[in-house]
């Protein structure tokens, strides 16, 4: 995972670590998520919105990144958690979030309504 992995050069025998199986680890982005978007503006996330959660790639977080420094807001739940979350206008519920855990590595949750399929056009 991004982020994280071996940092003072022990060798293989000497390492230790904690499995944290992915889906609980998106189980507890999506609870984050909850949170903040009810402290921000006491709104809950119900249908017709859902949470979409992601683990970063090594590349391709250019816009997402620039969107969150430009137009995020940052919140501090110290010591383990540095969430920045940007909303779309008019919609406080819809929102992009990078959640830092430890600030050792991150996950990714867009808020917003699933777009309706498109009726195919006459002929």
Avoid: H
């Amino acid at each position: 995972m991004p982020g994280l992995g071996e940092r003072w050069g022990r060798p293989p025998a000497e390492q230790q670590a904690i499995k944290v199986p992915g889906d609980k680890l998106m189980d507890m982005t999506r609870k984050i998520v909850r949170g903040q978007a009810y402290l921000d503006n006491s709104s809950f996330i119900e249908p017709p919105y859902e949470i979409e959660c992601y683990l970063p790639e090594e590349e391709g977080l250019e816009e997402v990144k620039e969107l969150l420094d430009s137009a995020g807001q940052e919140y501090k739940r110290e010591p383990g958690l540095v969430i920045r979350r940007a909303t779309v206008e008019g919609d406080p519920v819809s929102a992009l979030y990078e959640i830092t855990f430890w600030d050792q590595f991150k996950t990714y949750a867009v808020v917003g309504k699933p777009e309706a399929p498109q009726a195919p056009e006459s002929v």
